[in-house]
């Protein structure tokens, strides 16, 4: 059974601060990875995805790398800023037979103070 | 614009009774989904279809139905038999597993609590 673990599960840091948000899954055998961004209250935004045969996707100020034999992923932020203040999800989506599958971790509830 | 709607936001619901969630898309996707939210917990999958008329149940199915009648509608019914329905519901879809499965687009979610 895929687990999804995102650590830390809360991050406070000064704004502009560049920061690395993680996310480790233990079944290798995944078909992409997609990072989400969440506010309180509301739903999910999409904020990248990465195909299993990807390394790294970029958009903006956000870097996601995929190192899938080592089942890790992480997300960089560059100078961050308030409004960068959410809870960041990353999920997995299996292969094979769990192709119709996501699954999530928890979470980093990510705090950017002016 | 081209989204998810679900609806309504915000619904109270005394025990016993049945409630349905609404969701909506315009975005031509094959596959959608419904998840639930819990503090402290990962969202985890109730139902998802791949195509009309056809569903199947995720990890969480018991006390909840859904139908997918059209392609761009997916209502759930949580119904009496659910014991702990207090949660924030979360409607997704995407493109089918026919061919490249990409990205999953979520709805803005409907919280349903029981009084």
């Known amino acids: 059974k895929q687990e999804v673990t995102q650590i830390p599960a809360a991050l406070s840091v000064p704004e502009g601060e560049n920061l690395v948000l993680n996310c480790s899954f233990t079944?290798?055998?995944?078909?992409?990875l997609q990072w989400f961004r969440q506010d309180p209250g509301k739903g999910l935004t999409s904020l990248l995805l990465?195909?299993?045969?990807?390394r790294e996707q970029t958009s903006g100020r956000l870097n996601a790398s995929l190192d899938k034999s080592s089942g890790r992923s992480t997300l960089y932020i560059a100078a961050s800023q308030p409004g960068d203040s959410a809870t960041y999800l990353c999920?997995?989506?299996?292969?094979?037979?769990?192709?119709?599958?996501?699954?999530f971790g928890k979470g980093t509830l990510l705090t950017v103070n002016p | 614009d081209g989204g998810i709607t679900q609806s309504p936001k915000y619904l109270f619901r005394k025990e016993g009774q049945n409630v349905t969630l609404s969701c909506e898309q315009n975005?031509?996707?094959?596959?959608m989904y419904w998840y639930r939210q819990d503090p402290g917990q990962g969202l985890r999958l109730i139902y998802y279809?791949?195509?009309?008329?056809?569903?199947q149940k995720g990890d969480i199915a018991e006390g909840y139905s859904v139908s997918r009648e059209k392609k761009e509608s997916f209502p759930l019914t949580v119904t009496s038999a659910q014991k702990n329905p207090t949660a924030f519901y979360l409607c997704?879809?995407?493109?089918?597993?026919?061919?490249?499965?990409?990205?999953?687009?979520f709805g803005e979610g409907s919280r349903l609590t029981v009084l």
């Open positions: 997704a879809s995407g493109r089918g597993l026919a061919g490249k499965a990409g990205e999953l687009f």
């Open positions: 079944d290798s055998a995944i078909y992409n």
């Open positions: 990465i195909q299993s045969s990807q």
């Open positions: 999920a997995v989506r299996g292969s094979g037979g769990s192709n119709y599958k996501l699954t």
């Open positions: 975005l031509n996707h094959d596959a």
């Open positions: 279809s791949q195509i009309v008329n056809d569903f």
